[in-house]
């Protein structure tokens, strides 16, 4: 009798693949725990937000301080004559020396140059305005006070300089008004009033992200009302579309897409909302690069996982970065097509893993989203315009924890959409968003849009 005829042996046999199958799950499964305690819940995707450890960073992370070899020293250097806004002569603080007391000589005077900035807070102006009569008419006329909006209590440039504090460098509104001395619910008021002025200007922009021939989109966490909901972004590296306390269906993108057919590409990452997009879609590489990392780093002692991570994540990063590289577009072209070549057979190759099985077919069922890269060097094969678009709106929630009201997103979308819009233009958002101001106060029905994006209009 043979030992594969043996029932306790073949008993034994199953008990110990059983435990084998057992101990396989388990150790996969406390490597998931391990990476969601250091990682987050979502993995290497996980906002430095969310995550509960952080790690301090070592020595090799540090950059070196200073200037680089070679480089030339720009060091501090005296107020030229005629620079100086203002001279200030300061008095000894005593006549006699102070450790014996004997009298001291005069022996001139010391330069230093000093720059500094006076007390900023908000000027309290009264205007007389001639008021005239018309006996004709029988009504009377009274001037109209500059850079104000009718029936305000505060100037156009008060309400310039708050909106591009809060909107554009990210201060709170406690720390505008401490700065500005004046109450937070009257800064709320004027971005209100603001936001209304400007209610049409992303209704405008959305036409021209329309016609662009690239076009980025992304979204982020974002509360309202104490309800979770999304802050949308829809960029170009001219403007910037927020839509604030909006759900995560495809109405949001429908709506900025609209459904006849657009030109260009978007570029986004795989989520389902953007797939009805009228247009060519451009999968992130970044995305797909860290789903791959993500499945090396679950399955640390597969060698058929580690020599697919070895492959694939090389690839993806030399097809993100190659479109910055200083080469000319013949080499970039051919250098795209042989990395598009590369990536295909890569993902043609059989595999046994079911977690490179799953890669393989994101990159075998949507090649028509993958590789657009390659044919036109103007599309990134990243999403990381969007990212950082999206980076101060992800600070500002760390602060506000999102919108108090509807009204409030509203106005927080209105705002953003300008200034950042403003500021990715070169202009100086201050300055055009108080020449608006003014304009609308002595014309209501002055557009705003002709006035903030001047070159748009002669483009």
């Known amino acids: ?63 070196a301080r200073g200037a680089k070899l070679g480089h030339k020293g720009t060091g501090r250097s005296a107020h030229q004559e005629g620079e100086a806004d203002r001279s200030v002569e300061i008095g000894p603080q005593t006549e006699t020396c102070p450790d014996c007391g004997t009298p ?17 807070k908000s000027e309290r102006i009264t205007y007389r305005l001639a008021k005239r009569y018309c006996p004709h008419c029988r ?27 809060h909107y554009v460098h990210g201060l709170p ?8 001395q004046v109450g937070t619910g009257s800064i709320a008021q004027l971005f209100r009033r603001c936001a209304d002025l400007f209610e049409k200007v992303p209704e405008r922009l959305i036409e021209q992200y329309r ?36 759900g995560r269906s495809s109405d949001v993108p429908q709506a900025v897409f609209g459904e006849n057919p657009l030109p260009g590409t ?99 069922q949507n090649e028509d989203r993958l590789y657009h890269w390659a044919d036109n060097r103007a599309v990134p094969a990243d999403n990381n315009l969007a990212e950082r678009d999206l980076r101060p709106s992800v600070i500002a929630r760390k602060v506000s924890f999102g919108s108090v009201t509807h009204a409030g997103a509203r106005m927080r979308s209105i705002l953003s959409t300008v200034t950042t819009s403003l500021n990715k233009r070169g202009e100086d958002v201050g300055a055009r968003i108080k020449e608006a101001l003014d ?21």
């Open 1 to 63: 009798m043979s030992a594969n005829d043996c029932a306790v042996c073949l008993h034994k046999q199953r008990r110990i693949d059983e435990l084998e199958d057992e101990v396989q799950r388990l150790r996969a499964k406390l490597r998931y725990e391990e990476r969601k305690a250091a990682d987050g819940f979502f993995g290497s995707s996980t906002p430095s937000s969310k995550k509960l450890v952080k790690p301090n960073s070592t020595d090799k992370e540090k950059k």
């Open 266 to 364: 978007l570029v986004v990452d795989r989520y389902a909302a953007y797939n009805k997009a009228p247009c060519r879609i451009q999968y992130c590489f970044a995305h797909l690069l860290r789903k791959v990392e993500d499945l090396g780093k679950e399955f640390p002692n597969e060698n058929e996982v580690a020599s697919f991570v070895a492959v694939v994540a090389p690839q993806l990063s030399s097809a993100m970065g190659l479109r910055g590289e200083q080469i000319s577009d013949d080499e970039f072209y051919r250098r795209a097509a042989g990395l598009r070549e590369e990536i295909k057979a890569t993902m043609a190759q059989p595999a046994h893993h079911q977690g490179i099985r799953c890669i393989q077919d994101i990159f075998r």
């Open 104 to 120: 001291l000589e005069k022996k001139g005077w010391e330069e230093r140059s000093v720059v500094d900035t006076p007390r900023q």
């Open 211 to 246: 016609q662009a021939p690239v076009k980025h989109a992304d979204e982020t966490g974002w509360r309202t009302d104490g309800k979770n909901g999304y802050a949308w972004l829809f960029a170009t590296p001219d403007l910037s579309i927020f839509q604030f306390g909006k």
């Open 173 to 180: 509104m406690g720390r505008i008004s401490e700065y500005l």
């Open 439 to 459: 304009l609308l106060a002595l014309n209501p029905n002055t557009d705003p849009f002709e006035v903030l994006f001047p070159t748009s209009n002669s483009s």
């Open 139 to 165: 009504r009377n006329i009274t001037a109209q006070a500059p850079g104000v909006l009718p029936k305000s209590l505060f100037g156009n440039k008060l309400i310039a300089d708050s909106v591009v504090m």
